[in-house]
């Protein structure tokens, strides 16, 4: 036997780490979505998409903004030292994945307001001439335009890898300890995103293509997620512990239900269904991909916070 | 340059929360928080059973991820004997710190930094050991550098079996048990 007795009961640490609540998925979540939404764009606008006013690539960039800016807005709302945030732009930490993070949510603004420039909304054209005036001036040059594409893929890359990498770098979560977290956060966002374009698209041929890709994302995560257990199970005890919280511990109805089943199978075999033609396109399976990733990262960044070194047995 | 560390003797250590005690009214740690806490583990098979007692805190590991992981540097290890320390006004209260440490060592603050021990810094600058040390009824706890081999914990360490916590965590702790 192995019985551990500690006086310590510090707010948010004990009996097991607290630290984050929702604002830290909510926040991962939606650098992965936005993430998918930039190198959705980017493709779009590299394959020279953006000349037909129909392209979803006009308006994702705005809405991508949007989202993350919400997004941003949740990690301040974690922040415990508020008036002091500014602190993190004094300095560029390169051993540390969360001031990469400080610095890469910066970076990525400037490319998409260049991708929204690329093909600016009719709303906006209307009503400000000049940035219709951008656009002419953009499109003009072709070179510029597809770097302005790629661009927007790789940020959206390096955003979507560090919302995985945010958590795998803490070596004291052993659930977070694995080589597969990146990727799976970065292919969970281009699902997501996938899925979100899939509604928003106004030109069928869009659509079909977004639930096309949305199917073979969905197909790589359940790949992914098999290494990622693969890796766990047959690392240290600590792991094979942690992965345990998530296969049959607490957090398993949560992983098992709205994560596997809901978030992905499913969905993914109405969508295989529908771009098959065997039954017609509804927002169903696009909202369901969504809400599964959003619970991933629910289900991750909790069940993370419960493992831990110490008396390792959940 | 000298590595400060800590020996405890838990053969000595009773339990008494003395050091508890005196780190909370030394360092004016706020209500319902501890830097440092006392852990009871038992371990092996009736009647086989093994006790130790120990006093916990902070292990000022020489390879320390709250360090490494802090955006704005606020974590950062100081130049006196590798003490790692916070300093209040560069935290955002980001917690990465927090999720980082094996040992769970730190806490917030109510004032909304990441706080833990110190090694008493302020003491160990004037030449005086930290507050727990100082008052241990048993003598249990030594404070030390750990590089200078004719240090009383650096001759305890090399007379006596001893053990870190979670070495396997890769952090590299600087307080050892002697057992
Ligand atoms: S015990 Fe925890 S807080 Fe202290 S130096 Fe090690 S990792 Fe950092
Ligand atoms: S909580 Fe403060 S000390 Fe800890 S990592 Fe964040 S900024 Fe650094």
């Known amino acids: ?66 989202i993350l800016s919400a997004g941003m807005f949740a990690l301040f709302l ?37 991708s929204f420039l690329v093909n600016v909304p009719e709303y906006f054209s209307n009503k400000f001439p000049w940035m219709d005036k951008i656009s002419e001036k953009l499109q003009q040059h072709k070179y510029a335009v597809k770097n302005i594409g790629v661009v927007n893929m790789l940020l959206g890359g390096l955003l979507g890898i560090y919302t ?57 995560e359940l790949f992914v997620i098999a290494l990622f257990f693969i890796g766990m199970v047959t690392s240290t005890k600590v792991h094979i512990d942690s992965a345990l919280v998530l296969l049959s511990g607490i957090y398993a109805p949560a992983f098992w239900v709205f994560v596997l089943a809901l978030g992905i199978v499913i969905p993914l075999i109405i969508q295989l269904l529908a771009v098959d033609h065997k039954i017609k396109h509804t927002p169903v399976a696009p909202i369901m991909v969504i809400v599964g990733g959003l619970v991933l990262r629910f289900v991750i960044v909790y069940a993370g916070q419960y493992t831990r070194w110490v008396d390792a047995a959940f | 340059m000298a590595r400060f560390g800590m020996v405890i003797d838990t053969k000595k250590c009773v339990g008494c929360m003395d050091c508890v005690v005196a780190c909370k009214t030394e360092n004016d740690v706020p209500e319902a928080f501890n830097r440092d806490w006392i852990v009871q583990d038992v371990r092996g098979k009736n009647p086989d059973l093994h006790m130790e007692i120990r006093t916990e805190r902070c292990n000022h590991c020489d390879n320390s991820p709250c360090v490494y992981c802090c955006p704005t540097g606020a974590s950062h290890v100081h130049d006196l004997g590798g003490i790692v320390l916070v300093t209040h006004d560069l935290c955002i209260g980001c917690k990465a710190c927090l999720a980082s440490c094996p040992y769970d060592a730190r806490f917030i603050n109510p004032d909304g930094y990441a706080d833990k021990c110190t090694f008493c810094v302020h003491r160990v600058e004037k030449g005086l050991d930290p507050a727990c040390v100082s008052v241990c009824p048993t003598h249990c706890m030594y404070f030390g550098d750990l590089d200078d081999p004719n240090s009383q914990v650096s001759k305890l360490l090399a007379s006596r079996k001893n053990h870190s916590l979670i070495p396997e965590a890769g952090t590299k702790p600087q307080i050892f048990y002697l057992v």
């Open chain 1, 1 to 66: 036997m192995n019985e551990y007795t500690t006086t310590r009961h510090n707010e948010l640490v004990d009996p097991s780490l607290h630290i984050w609540g929702w604002e830290i998925p909510v926040y991962l979540f939606i650098g992965g979505l936005v993430a998918g939404m930039m190198i959705v764009t980017g493709y779009f606008i590299f394959k020279g998409k953006y000349k037909d006013k129909a392209c979803v690539c006009r308006v994702l960039p705005l809405l991508g903004m949007i």
């Open chain 1, 78 to 114: 974690d922040l415990e030292h508020k008036l002091y945030t500014w602190r993190l732009y004094l300095t560029f930490k390169v051993a540390s994945p969360m001031s990469w993070g400080a610095w890469i949510l910066i970076v990525v603004y400037p490319a998409m307001i260049a």
């Open chain 1, 164 to 220: 995985g990498v945010l958590l795998s770098a803490l070596g004291a979560r052993p659930l977070w300890n694995s080589p597969m977290l990146w990727l799976l956060f970065l292919v969970s966002g281009l699902s997501a995103a996938s899925a979100f374009v899939h509604m928003v698209a106004k030109r069928v041929d869009e659509r079909e293509l977004l639930a096309k890709a949305d199917n073979g994302f969905l197909i790589l």
